[in-house]
């Protein structure tokens, strides 16, 4: 009992983390059909800037918050500087610029901040644990659980109920004819990556705050679990995204629970093994519904 | 020699090999640290042509790759190893391959082949994605990774596996690079490789050309799956000790930045990328070096690729072969006599029903896009199809071709159900046809476009190119043969598509306002040469146009579509006659002003109606 509490527990804060990442993939993807590998250092940004903030003496939650402000201001620089040139160029150009990019701010981040993990100290009050019956959570944990979901809370009302929310959506289906109606596309793409980066910057201040360090290539693991997310979510879907992130989290943690001894070194790759072979069955992922190409 | 495909892929290989030769023999003389600089530019000029193989082709990036490279590493270097180093580097090794220790050249095929295993089973999933292709080549490479590193008892894990022979002369490298140089241009001029390419400007124009897109990919990711298991298998005995690591993004960075700088769209591209980029990566190393600075060769690599993607997108060389582009200006060489009598003959009787389209009913979110429309073509009859904008007439061949999925239809091709038979086969079965918005192979030549669909229709690529050139003749545009499609005039596009369409030798030509944007002179050049094709082919033919002119002149019956529903049918001047045929035009025309214009080339055909 106590075994799959600790499971539910795992699985909803890394699930958590995994679908505000897999989100900001997601809404990026919908308005400009580029799949932002630089999407994890953006997260990693976000934990310098924390590391920053912690260093610097500046309140605890005045540090969290410039951390996550950092994570968006970076997102519309790097989408003005590096993706606008080739905005309208195909989805392999799309990546491997991305790609590139991700792999300069990892060469940056090793040279001008350090190539080894920095400490973050994170103030003692959060690193307790609270027991709920005989189940251990810790109190990270716990506020990841909590932050994850007033974000996607907060991020389904955005998407429900405002005018730019509506934009982003319907441009999922077909970027083309809102701006024929009027949309502006350098606002929608600005605003999507600013939103995008926000999601990547609380992901990495939680991320950050459960390991209690950054280094440069802090933000590649959850990233390549994101794309994968997105990708079973089913591209351009917005509630795939966060459901496959869930899903990605309940298969990782039930094989880091259950899998035998002997097979552990493989739990990574058995997890992606998995994951395509979902994706052999539903190659447009679970959730995404086959976008019909205008003929 | 250069005239035709087979020539100018024999001298672009004669061409290179003697290059390559040149490079190794030169190289074999220098000393021994700019020699190891050649030999390494020569395995990681075979890992380039792996990656061109499957992603210039296809236009699916892949991150993969170099996984398959790490697998045939490590298999070569375990087969290769000698059984007394195995026995202090690889103590925990299963005991029959402790005692194995085979010739060098056994061990680097068993590397290939340990790589061709895995290409195989990824690519039967990779090949069955669209759009997420290229992510899951990722999770390919995160899996052989995690493979690499948690099979201890074979890899060391992530430490240093050593002690394999370091058996990669510059001889080997050399040999090895010639022979993937060979392969990658071999196979972009196969029937898969031509193939390939056209799903990779359009897959859904390339599958009503008769294309099996995900065949096409899976044998393309096969292939290039051994090329990459023979880089593997070459890098191992030039390392002699490597860790995962080795073959993880830095290695995916350095061969996709060759690969994308040269070109990744031809051979010549990927080995112009590959030696270019050595000597950066090498100037940036000592720099690097000198300075201390952290990852300088992954910075410049990453530099590197912006401003290729910004400012040269398609590489230093571009989409196309250096001998393809000494070709270009010129006109291909005519085909002999008449060209018409080389069309393919379809030995239908005239008047016999070749297409059935019985109660075609097909919804779009709730809108009625086709309520229960039957539409029959017989053979050497031409059917016109018109109709207001959005009255289903594009809905209707995209249903029957099987680009869109119909709620419920009916439909047989000579007598034979094809409601449940894919794009690609009811192409190759017999049903041609054009897009309303034009789709062809843009960064293919005018030649390939239409070679495309002769190789569907089961031609080898040399008589492919034969009857090609002849049905660009008989369209009036083979003299632009050797020009990229997507440069031509707007109406010689149209002539191409049509002969794309006519390529498959089909019983049935689908063309969606084939006339739309040429002038009045072209419509009537464009009539004729349609006359000829339904004379000498026995072709049925269904003719969407809004050209009431046209579609007087050319057709034998008329369907007249409305809100998805067939409002008349029979003989064109008395369907047009009909009142209500005249009234939903009118209607058309008053509640859609700007549509006025496309009824403009009717001219003063409109009073007639």
Redesign the interface.
Known sequence: MDAILTYIVNVVSLGGTYALLALGLAVVFSVLGLINFAHGELMTLAGYALLAGILLGVPFWAAVLAAVLVGGVAAVIMETTAFRPVRNANPATLLMTSFAVAMLLQVIFQNFISARGQAVPVPSLFTGSIAIGNAQVSIIQAISIVVSLLSLIALKVFFDRSRSGWAIRAAADDFETLRLMGFRASRLIAIAFLISGLLAGIAGVLWVMQRGSVDPLMGLKPVLAAFVVVVIGGLGSISGAVLGGYLLAAIEIALQTWLPEGLAPYRDSLTFVLVIAVLSLFPNGLFGKRVAEKV | MMSTRRGRTLASIGLWVIILIVVTLIGSTLPSATQLLVTTSLVLLTGVMALQIF?GNS???SFGHVGFVGVAAYTTGILAMPAAVKRTSLPLLPEPLQEVELPIVAAMLGGILAATIVGVI?G??IA?????A???T???L??????M????PFTR?SQTFYGVPRYTSIFVAGITAILAVIVARLFRDSRIGIHLRASRDDA?AASTAGVRVQYATLIGWIVSSVIAGAMGAAYAGLLGAFSPKDFY?TLT?TL?TML?VGGSGSVAGGIVGAFVVTLVVEALRRVGDANE????T??G???I??LT??FR?RGLLGFREPEEFLAYRKSPTPPDADAAGALPVRNENPGQTVLCGHNLVKNFSGLVALNHVSVDVEAQHVMGLIGPNGSGK?TFV?CVTG??KPEEARLTLAGEDIARTPVWRRARKGLGRT??TM?LFRELTVLDNVTVSCISAGMSPHEADQRALQILAVLGVAHHGNRLAGELPYGDQRRVEISRALALNPRVLLLDEPAAGMNPAESRELLRQMETILATTGVGMLLIDHDVALIRSACDSLTVLDYGKVLAHGEPQAVLDQPEVAAAYLGWRESDPSATQEIGATGTERKSL
């Not at chain 2, 995160?142 to 493979?147: C, D, E, M, N």
């Not at chain 2, 590193?149 to 201890?152: D, H, I, P, Q, R």
């Open positions: 992603s236009g699916i990036l990824s039967l999933v069955r994605l669209g759009d997420a290229s992510i899951a990722l999770a390919v995160i899996i052989l990774h995690g493979v590193v948690g099979a201890e894990g859904l993004f960075l996709l994308i600075f952290f990852g300088l992954n910075a690599l990453a530099i690729i912006l993607l910004y997108p594009s995209n680009v869109t897009f309303q789709r």
